[in-house]
């Protein structure tokens, strides 16, 4: 069975870091693409960034440009993402999401971290 | 960055009758190449992560009951519910997978009548 856990949400205040990890099991970690979606309390999906499987390659929203960086560690099977200079916008459900088989679809999801930004 | 817009944004369907939610991008998702659109329709009920049900536009993901269906192409698509149950009550979701910038549609909350 896939899994994907987030950790690493809680409440930063503005300008403030954060650290989200994903720990995945159940499929073969170092073969799939990563993303992370975020999803704003009692808003849509947003994509933020994603992940090739070898690690290669990685995109960003407009939204976190400069600010977020997506890793990972095939290794551990895990996917990160670092989250620095934090705004009250950020708050958000940060979900982990593993590609598809045949394509960049979102196939599996986690069940979410909250992040929250806030003095 | 490709715009998804959905509509309508919320419905409201009889048990046992159709639902059907459109999906629109601002650019065609359509890759010749291959034929094959670059998108993708969730659904995700109250208070859980969202669920993939359909990817390529038209393919069912494995498991999902086959009342779901989705059909379009270019920059035109549709999710449809041939026979609307009280578990399908949901925000339904399209998302892009052809730019580098997934984006997705700003979802679409289906009810029942």
């Known amino acids: 069975e896939v899994q994907l856990v987030e950790s690493g949400g809680g409440l930063v205040q503005p300008g403030g870091s954060l650290r989200l990890s994903c720990t995945a099991s159940?499929?073969?970690?170092?073969?799939?693409?990563m993303n992370w979606v975020r999803q704003a309390p009692g808003k849509g999906l947003e994509w933020i960034s994603y992940i090739r499987s070898s690690g290669s390659t990685v995109y960003y929203a407009d939204s976190v440009k400069g600010r977020f960086t997506i890793s990972r560690d095939n290794a551990k099977n895990s996917v990160y993402l670092q989250m620095n200079s934090l705004r009250a916008e950020d708050t958000a459900v940060y979900y982990c999401v593993r590609g598809g088989e045949s394509g960049s679809y979102s196939a599996c999801w986690g069940q979410g971290t909250l992040v929250t930004v806030s003095s | 960055d490709i715009v998804m817009t959905q509509s309508p944004d919320s419905l409201a369907v009889s048990l046992g009758e159709r639902a059907t939610i459109n999906c629109k991008s601002s650019?065609?998702?359509?890759?010749?190449?291959?034929?094959?659109?670059?998108l993708a329709w969730y659904q995700q009920r109250p208070g859980q992560p969202p669920k993939l049900l359909i990817y390529?536009?038209?393919t069912r993901e494995s498991g999902v009951p086959d009342r779901f269906s989705g059909s379009g192409s270019g920059t035109d698509f549709t999710l449809t519910i041939s026979s609307l149950q009280a578990e399908d009550v949901a925000v339904y979701y399209c998302q892009q997978y052809y730019s580098t910038h997934y984006t997705f549609g700003q979802g679409t909350k289906l009810e029942i009548k």
């Open positions: 390529w536009a038209s």
């Open positions: 650019q065609s998702v359509l890759v010749s190449s291959n034929n094959k659109n670059y």
């Open positions: 159940g499929f073969t970690f170092s073969t799939y693409e």
